[in-house]
């Protein structure tokens, strides 16, 4: 089975058009716009990432060892990663997500539309 990275999460998420790493709270954050949209925890176990709480049952529901709800975030649906246990495709993904919930409609609209 693959195992993701936090190297592969700073890669997704910086990736992203606007996107910049802030240190805060000890660990590396993503963000957009001064929104974060994803994090990593600062021994590299875990990533959370901004997603819906649909979205957040859906991975529950199918995978409940890797994905849990992010401690004081889950209940508005921001999901925690094992990362040793995740797809490296499934949380690119959700850091592309957590982008789109993250960013002003007029960035996503030109990321949509091939422009940067």
Do not use: N
């Not at 901004?50 to 209940?75: I, V």
């Amino acid at each position: 089975m693959p195992v993701t990275t936090v190297e592969q999460v700073r890669e997704f998420a910086l990736a992203m058009p606007d996107a910049v790493e802030v240190e805060t709270w000890g660990h590396p954050t993503f963000r957009v716009r001064d929104k974060i949209f994803a994090s990593t925890s600062a021994d590299g176990v875990v990533a959370i990432i901004k997603a819906s709480k649909e979205e957040l049952a859906e991975l529950m529901a199918a995978d409940p060892e890797t994905y849990d709800p992010a401690d004081y975030f889950g209940r508005y649906g921001w999901v925690r990663a094992q990362l040793a246990r995740a797809d490296p495709d499934e949380i690119r993904d959700l850091v592309v997500e957590g982008w789109r919930r993250a960013a002003p409609k007029r960035l996503v609209t030109a990321y949509d539309q091939g422009g940067r």
